[in-house]
């Protein structure tokens, strides 16, 4: 073999060997491309790390503080409230006035003052007892812990949401997620924990800058989604910045609806104990 067919033979074996290692490096590398998406997705899906939890120029919110704020919202020493419900279903619109007084986050009264229909009618809770007088039948029925998730008075709002027996930050394990961008603001999730009776699967929760809650989304069992609130008209009251209106929005179920509307709250108001009890809730109905 001459010493130019030497040469040639060399520079090809040469390159053969250099294709044969690409070639053999490639799926290497695609597996480990894959294998980060994959990896992304995940963290997406989970809420990412710290720093994607928390964007650069931002400082993480005190979650505990937050869900205590939003457990005493409404509570004072006394508080007496005039509110508006309406219930809108396909076809019709029912609206109930009502009165209501509180004590502290154990006591609470709710009294409905018209229409006339459903005048008298009321909703008692003193510690974790919770009871519902019927005038037209002069009968008061207790509720049980489990039906804290039942609709009030058919409307798209619980027992829970009038009376506010469970507590975010006491029945709920939390975890931010992270920025929300529509309604902007901190997401915070809460996983109910267990053995605690009458409580949603899980709540995601929305809180705006200033630290009150702008949206909640209520997750059944099922862990599907049932049904969100969202909080609104934020306005100084008594010294206090709170949303003066609730809508709650039921999942798959098209043209329902419930707003729930303070027109007053004085907090702070001295009240006595004998106005949260069953013989005061039957004597005065």
């Known amino acids: 073999m001459t010493a130019f067919r030497k040469c040639v ?9 250099a294709t044969v290692l690409v070639l053999l490096s490639v799926p290497a590398v695609c597996d480990d491309s ?24 931002y400082a993480a919110p005190d979650i505990a503080q937050l869900l205590r704020n939003f457990d005493y919202l409404y509570d004072s020493s006394g508080t007496v409230a005039v ?14 006035r ?20 459903d005048a008298g009618m009321a909703t008692l809770k003193v510690g974790n007892n919770l009871w519902n ?18 609709s009030w008075m058919g409307s798209d709002m619980t027992n829970d949401d009038l009376v506010k027996e469970s507590s975010y930050l006491d029945d709920y394990a939390s975890e931010l997620i992270g920025r929300s961008i529509d309604p902007p603001g901190w997401k915070v999730r809460l996983d109910a924990l267990p053995d605690v ?6 709540i995601e929760v929305v809180f ?19 049904r969100t609130m969202v909080l ?32 007053s709250i004085e907090f702070d108001v001295v009240l006595d104990d004998s106005v949260f009890s069953l013989a005061h809730l039957e004597r005065k109905r």
Not at 86 to 92: A, D, L, N, S, V
């Open 9 to 17: 033979l060399r520079i090809m074996t040469t390159v053969l060997a």
């Open 83 to 96: 509110s508006e419900i309406t219930i809108e279903r396909p076809g019709k619109t029912r609206t109930m």
């Open 34 to 57: 894959i294998a980060l998406q994959d990896h992304a997705a995940e963290d997406k899906f989970a809420g990412g790390d710290s720093t994607q939890v928390v964007p650069p120029g």
């Open 133 to 150: 007088y019927l005038p037209k039948i002069s009968r008061v029925i207790r509720i049980p812990p489990s039906m804290m998730m039942g």
């Open 232 to 263: 609104e008209d934020v306005q100084w009251i008594g010294g206090r910045r709170v949303p003066t209106v609730m809508r709650v929005i039921p999942e798959r179920e098209e043209g329902k609806s419930t707003e729930f509307r303070y027109l």
């Open 197 to 202: 009776a009458g409580l949603w699967n899980r």
């Open 208 to 226: 705006s800058d200033d630290g009150l809650p702008a949206r909640l989304q209520f997750f059944d069992r099922k862990d599907r989604l049932s």
């Open 98 to 117: 009502m009165r209501s007084w509180s004590k502290g986050d154990d006591k609470a009264l709710i009294v409905i003052e018209a229409p006339v229909r």
